[in-house]
């Protein structure tokens, strides 16, 4: 199953596909954080939720590089639908991290976060907050990518519009006032947890929420992915 990982993030680094998401997520990070400091914990916040849309979009890239002849192939090698699945999903975590990695130093680099002041949370409050909230929504987004994903939905057109769908409802559906929110990931939840320091049993909801959606939309994917074999 390593092999295969390898293979398919070697896949789409050296298709070029890796190119546009680490743009995306360079530009996005960049006008973000030039517009002005803020609080760790908020910066973080917000760069989590906006580095949501890149991870989700860069994992439905990684997972469509594969040809489906091949992909069959890579599940006969790996002995059973499972390891490929598994394999795909894998690839596309660690294909995120180095955009998990640039937007938790980038504003650093740019000017885009700034002391504590009197009243503040503590900067190390707002760093291990911000590493949690980019960690955390990096699940949900690697499984809608997945559910977007040519495997999936046969159809590009069809792929693009259960990804913006996917983005839109997390949005929507993450508002305060929204009554069912549990129905989309908690990206909006996870930013509003990082501001004005730890509280640990929200943040433990959110984590909990997040973890269960990602298990839920797997479970979906994989599903599917077996009835299509």
Request: glycine fraction near 12%; hydrophobic fraction near 60%.
């Amino acid at each position: 199953m390593i092999a295969l990982i390898r293979m398919r993030l070697a896949g789409f680094v050296q298709t070029g596909r890796a190119i546009a998401p680490l743009l995306a997520a360079l530009v996005v990070l960049s006008v973000l954080y030039g517009g002005g400091q803020a609080q760790a914990g908020e910066a973080y916040g917000v760069s989590a939720a906006i580095l949501f849309v890149v991870l989700a979009w860069q994992s439905k890239l990684l997972l469509d590089v594969e040809p489906d002849v091949q992909r069959r192939l890579g599940r006969v090698a790996v002995g059973g639908a499972a390891k490929e699945i598994a394999a795909g999903l894998l690839a596309a975590a660690v294909a995120g991290l180095p955009l998990v990695l640039i937007a938790l130093v980038l504003p650093w680099l740019v000017g885009g976060v700034t002391t504590p002041r009197a009243g503040d949370p503590p900067l190390y409050v707002g760093m291990a907050l911000g590493i949690w909230a980019h960690l955390l929504l990096l699940l949900p987004a690697v499984a809608l990518g997945a559910l977007a994903s040519r495997a999936v939905t046969m159809q590009t057109g069809r792929g693009v519009a259960v990804l913006v769908s996917g983005i839109v409802f997390a949005v929507i559906f993450g508002l305060k006032s929204f009554p069912v929110p549990w129905l989309a990931p908690p990206v909006m939840r996870a930013a509003r947890d990082t501001v004005g320091g730890a509280h640990l049993p929200a943040i433990a909801v959110t984590t909990l929420w997040g973890v269960a959606w990602t298990a839920i939309a797997v479970a979906g994917y994989g599903r599917i992915r077996k009835d299509r074999a």
